[in-house]
């Protein structure tokens, strides 16, 4: 395990010292996540506390038999991303981060296509990934008549990178489609539902994420499994043949419960014969994209980059 970035890892432990400290004033996000919490939750940035900024330049559809996404397609496009948001299934939105997938479309020349995917406990496994499992079909038959590209990409953060994986194998395994997406970008995912060591481990520390909050969001999306049930490639890719999947980045950081997750994906996707990118941030907790930290700066032009020149 290489691990990066430990030259900004002084700003990045007072960072993370800064926010545990400033816990009393957060919704927690544990076992038994009231209602109140979740409208937060919902209403506000990820990780923030106002409402998110949405831009012009994004435009709101539906697309395959009824999933609504938001597009974002620059003045020039390479290729196209299908990008999938995160928030622990619960939370989180396509137009949540309308800035950042802005960006990322004028600067990697990528018609950007972000899932407004159902979200938990109203709609829980599997509505997700079936509204994924959509877009991504959806995508396939149509980005060369709708975008002028056949480069297709995927991608997204935390249960985003989960649904990420879970929609590769079912387009894989469902409808026989492999080749279709190139490069698979995935930011600190749960891949493991019933929990690896790490996440058993990391116990109540009030970062973005820890134990109890985990268990609180695979209840959520997961509601009456029990562990064993969770093991299954379905629900955790971690356990899935991964045969035939497209190179990927799989980025974590050094302080994140899913840390296991990110090490144990990534040894198994290239045992199965494709090319991986891993990256493990020095110091990063969960989420650390979200904030204004030099590895965030960092990190979103090591995206950029990727996504701008994979799978030509």
């Given at each position: ?29 544990g ?16 990780a ?39 928030g ?21 020349r ?9 979200l938990?406990p ?74 690896t ?60 419960p ?39 700066e ?15």
């Open positions: 395990m290489t691990i990066t970035d430990e030259d900004c890892l002084p700003e990045t432990l007072a960072f993370n010292a800064q926010f545990e400290a400033a816990a009393a004033s957060r919704p927690a996000r076992r038994g996540l009231d209602p109140a919490t979740l409208a937060l939750l919902r209403r506000n940035r990820l923030g506390d106002a409402p998110p900024l949405r831009l012009p330049q994004g435009r709101d559809r539906t697309v395959g038999g009824g999933v609504k996404v938001r597009v974002f397609v620059p003045e020039r496009v390479e290729g196209a991303y299908l990008h999938i948001h995160g622990g299934w619960a939370f989180g939105s396509a137009d949540g981060q309308d800035e950042r997938l802005w960006h990322l479309a004028e600067q990697a990528l018609a950007v296509v972000s899932v407004d995917y159902r938990a109203e709609h829980p496994f599997p509505a997700g990934p079936d509204d994924c499992e959509a877009a991504a079909r959806w995508l396939v038959q149509h980005a060369a008549a709708e975008f002028g590209t056949e480069r297709l990409l995927i991608g997204g953060e935390s249960a985003g990178a989960h649904l990420s994986v879970v929609t590769l194998l079912r387009l894989r395994d469902r409808h026989g489609i492999t080749g279709a997406f190139r490069a698979a970008q995935l930011l600190f995912g749960p891949y493991d539902l019933s929990m060591p790490s996440q058993r481990a990391f116990g109540p520390r009030p970062l973005l994420s820890n134990t109890d909050a985990l268990h609180g969001s695979y209840a959520l999306f997961t509601p009456g499994m029990g562990e064993e049930e969770r093991r299954s490639p379905e629900v955790s890719p971690l356990f899935a043949d991964l045969t035939g999947l497209p190179p990927a980045r799989i980025v974590v950081g050094t302080e994140d899913l840390l296991d997750d990110s090490l144990f994906l990534a040894a198994r996707w290239e045992a199965a014969g494709a090319p991986v990118q891993l990256g493990v941030v020095a110091g990063a907790m969960h989420g650390f994209t979200l904030f204004p930290l030099a590895v965030t960092r990190e979103l032009r090591r995206e950029r980059d990727f996504l701008a020149f994979a799978g030509r």
